[in-house]
């Protein structure tokens, strides 16, 4: 069995300031973790994966994420936000059973204020 | 090029309705899937085809069927649509476990 939790359901800051989303995982097997974000009435887009290698991942738009196996967490960080960063994003995981099947967090609303 | 298109974009349509949603992907990947988000924009699989083959069949009413003609296709019927099955409905497809590609997405809502 697998599961997310994202631990704020929204997070605002301000234009320039860091950004952390955070994400706990729980998985039986090794776990392969993800992120992705959602504008607007858009489909979801990649930001970035970890799939057991090195455990501080780099993704598009500057966005970044580090496996903390010990913590099971998967926070993903950004130095400085963007207007257009304002968005959802879902941690999701998955494992390697053969079901390929993605497991999302319900979400973390991103606000980035002018 | 799209990756991953699914039409229609919008369908809005009555109670006791039967109706379909298509998926096409020109990746060349072997698995395809449907994804349903509700209001609250929780995401969770419905159904997923390897190779034209069900791999995966979550707890989903009987009135969604999911057809493969081929790789690069799956689509959704849906038979005798509820007031609840209103969503948006993404399809997505992979070569492995590791990344998914997805759709635009479809909002189904029914009146």
Avoid at chain 1, 68 to 80: G, I, M, N
Avoid at chain 2, 75 to 104: K, W
Wanted: with cysteine; proline share 4%.
């Amino acid at each position: 069995a697998q599961s997310v939790t994202q631990l704020d359901s929204h997070v605002s800051v301000s234009e320039g300031t860091p950004v952390l989303l955070r994400c706990n995982y729980s998985s039986s097997y090794s776990p392969s973790l993800f992120w992705y974000v959602q504008h607007p009435n858009k489909g979801l887009q990649l930001l970035l994966k970890y799939t057991s290698a090195a455990t501080l991942v780099k993704g598009i738009n500057g966005f970044e994420a580090e496996f903390k196996k010990s913590e099971t967490s998967f926070h993903l960080t950004k130095p400085s936000a963007h207007m257009s960063d304002a968005a959802e994003y879902f941690c999701v995981v998955t494992a390697d059973t053969g079901r390929r099947a993605l497991t999302f967090g319900s979400g973390t609303r991103l606000q980035v204020q002018p | 090029d799209t990756a991953v298109s699914q039409t229609p974009k919008y369908l809005v349509t009555q109670m006791g309705n039967d109706k379909s949603i298509k998926c096409e992907q020109n990746l060349g990947h072997d698995t395809m899937y449907w994804y349903k988000q509700d209001s609250k924009k929780f995401l969770k699989i419905m159904f997923s085809y390897n190779n034209k083959e069900l791999i995966i069949n979550e707890t989903v009413p009987n009135r969604f069927s999911p057809k493969s003609p081929d790789k690069a296709h799956l689509n959704l019927h849906i038979n005798s649509l509820e007031l609840g099955d209103s969503a948006v409905y993404f399809c997505a497809s992979s070569s492995s476990v590791y990344e998914q590609y997805f759709g635009p997405g479809t909002r189904l809502t029914v009146t």
